[in-house]
């Protein structure tokens, strides 16, 4: 951006608070930020002396469009900036790569009859939570638990307005619930259990672990083996809710966090302890994305945004390694989502010390275990693009794009171009494209319509982003007919990119390629076969992925859902057979009915909802034309 372009936009920047956001010459998103005042924070980046952070000599070069969203005050911003980061996940923000969901255990003390499920929010109902837990394995098996020896209601009936004569399910017959729909047991008993189901999962829950001790040792006695590892297992998920920890369990121990963080040119580690009636009930690492690796309190501040507005519980209290520029603004965007106060505390010796000390070893050894993955898949990927490269007599390969179609009886066909470099999947480098000229299960004439989208793009728009890079091979997911499409394709275009195909055998399994009229064998262990079966693998995943996108939104919801007795099978049949809905309802109920699963009642049903005001059903069955 040009110092008259820089002065044009500062003066148009207002002195309020809310988010800016930069862009690059291709329109991308390359930084969100927020502020107290957008106009002298903006200014700040293009000022001579910035504001000190090494990176802002690479990204400010970069910006070629300023724009700005203004919000109330402070902690609407961070709300904001926090949304849009996990959104657009910007070259030079910290960007948290895990969105998790915990689950907790609910107990609905509205109703008359309580039940107890496991559910991923907090809703102010009146209902008892307990949690979060990191291990919804765990959660599980410990309702199961609840289920076996509490005997609560499992089914979702209103018993606050029974129905009359309401018989048993099977849960009461086989001793897993205490019949409260039909009067088997009082609700002020019902409600002790409830109660004891309090204690347990408030976790003085010893006795129950006993109990099922002593189930287990008679089940081994017996030599019933199989019925000893179900409550073994159950003690194990026992061990995971009310795990034995390091920590002071006085009760009066506030639920808090402890967040440790671990460094590398390569990646970032966030490893957290989650504390809660003061034991620790959990461990979890997250991985962040992070440009400006050595700034520490900024990505720490950078996760507690992210993590805290995606999560449904906010401990009291959140104890990190080093202090951070808008603790204050933060504590209070946390404490209107827990609705009390919330402190973010750095200690600086004793237990809590101790504690981000461990997580931080946490968080090292996570990390190193990624650096030393990283390390052995880039390996193994350089060697397969070496090897392909040899192969098929190349002088470098860099960029591999892989091509696939997806269909249901070729309904709402897409395609899928997805891009490895360096032997690496590009994600942000992949396309999608819906099929718009062919109609049908016609894989060739699709494919041929995506590969002319495409290469037309790259031509006409220099700068596209993605599209204006070439690749230096393409894999087609088929074998010489696909390869001689994409090869006809680009010889309009006066292209010449190498082409080739993937040769399968009756197992439909990839065992060689199609290159230059000629099938090259692959060994299954070799590295270029590897790599292969990746670009393979991924195009499948990102094609279907976007089909199941499509036929969730479209396909699935049109006018044959209101017709009765056309469930999903005859609706894609009908649309595969006849191409649209327009085209069924010019059908009379015979050509209906030899549509493969269709039938003369289903065949009338469909032309009576779009003929309603036509001829009866009953004389169109007689109708052959």
Known sequence: MNENRVKEELSRIPDQPGVYLYKNKN???????????????????????????????????????IEYIITDNEVEALILEATLIKKHWPKYNSALKDDKQYPYIKITMKDKYPR????????????????????????????????????????????????????????????RCSGPCAGYITEDDYAEEVKKVIRFLSGTGEEVRNDLEEKMKSASGK???????KFRDKIKALDVIHRKQKIDKAKNVPDHDIIGIAVDEIAVNISMFFVRNGKIVGKENFELHAYDYENRPEIIQSFILQFYTGTVYVPKEIYIETEIEDKENIENMLMEKRGNRVTIKTPFKGEKKRLIFMAKKNAIDALNKKISKNKKKNETAVKG??????????????????????????VQSVGSMVV?????????????????????????????EILERRFNRALSEK??????????????DGGKGQVHIAERVLENFGLQIPVAGMVKDDKHTTNGLYYLDEEIAMKRNSDVYKLVWAVQEEAHRFAINYHRNLRDKTVFKSEL????????????????????????????IHALSKVDGMNKLSASQVYKYFHSDDISADENLNNKT
């Open 27 to 65: 329109g991308e998103i390359i930084y969100v930020g927020k502020a107290k005042s957008l106009k002298k924070r903006v200014r700040q980046y293009f000022s001579l002396s910035g504001d000190g952070r090494p990176m802002l000599a690479v990204m400010v070069p970069q910006i070629e469009e």
């Open 116 to 175: 107890v499920v496991k559910v991923r929010k907090i809703l102010k109902d009146g209902a008892k939570y307990f949690g979060p837990y990191v291990s919804s394995y765990a959660v599980d098996e410990v309702i199961e638990v609840i289920n076996e020896l509490f005997k609560l209601r499992k089914c979702k009936h209103n018993l606050n307005k029974p129905k009359r004569n309401m018989r048993v399910c099977l849960n009461y017959h086989i001793h």
């Open 223 to 229: 030599l019933d083996f199989e019925e000893a590892a």
């Open 385 to 410: 693009m070496i090897n392909l490269q040899n192969m098929l007599s190349l002088e470098g390969i860099h960029r591999i794009e892989a091509y696939d179609i997806s269909n249901i009886q070729g």
């Open 420 to 448: 490895f470099e360096d032997g690496l999947a590009a994600n942000k480098e992949y396309r999608r494209f819906k099929i718009k000229t062919i109609e049908g299960p016609n894989d060739y004439g699709s494919m041929e």
């Open 463 to 476: 700068q596209s982003s993605g599209f204006s890079k070439l690749p230096d091979l393409i894999l087609m």
């Open 561 to 588: 859902d209101h017709v009765p007795n056309i469930g999903e099978k005859r609706k894609i049949n009908l649309l595969r057979h006849f191409g649209s809905v327009d085209e069924i309802k010019k059908q009379n």
